[in-house]
């Protein structure tokens, strides 16, 4: 049984750095694409960013670039969103996903596992 859990959510100032964490377990961790979508209230999920299986690439969402940095360890089975200069349009729920993905990362219709999220709130 897949299993994602998100950890290092909170509560920060505007241009404050945070980093989220995602602990995989339940099938081979480096066999699978990860990414992090977010939830704000009243809106859809969307697509933060992605990376692929081996770590060679990555992809963002444009509102995120230059700003956020995904990465993964797979020694760990971990993915992380490092999250600098937050802003207060930035406060979501954050989840992490997997799955075998090769392309249309923003789909959240080609993830197959999510996790239970993490609050991230950006103060002004």
């Known amino acids: 049984q897949v299993q994602l859990v998100e950890s290092g959510g909170g509560l920060v100032q505007t241009g404050a750095s945070l980093r989220l964490s995602c602990a995989a377990s339940g099938r081979t961790f480096s066999h699978y694409a990860m990414g992090w979508f977010r939830q704000a209230p009243g809106k859809e999920r969307e697509f933060v960013a992605a990376?692929?299986?081996?770590?060679?690439?990555?992809h963002y969402a444009g509102s995120v670039k230059g700003r956020f940095t995904i990465s993964r360890d797979n020694a760990k089975s971990t993915a992380y969103l490092q999250m600098n200069s937050l802003k207060p349009e930035d406060t979501a729920v954050y989840y992490c996903?997997?799955?075998?993905?090769?392309?249309?990362?923003?789909?959240?219709?080609?993830?197959?596992?999510w996790g239970q999220g993490t609050q991230v709130t950006v103060s002004s």
């Open positions: 990376i692929n299986w081996t770590g060679g690439s990555t």
């Open positions: 996903a997997q799955g075998v993905v090769y392309s249309d990362y923003e789909w959240a219709g080609h993830w197959d596992s």
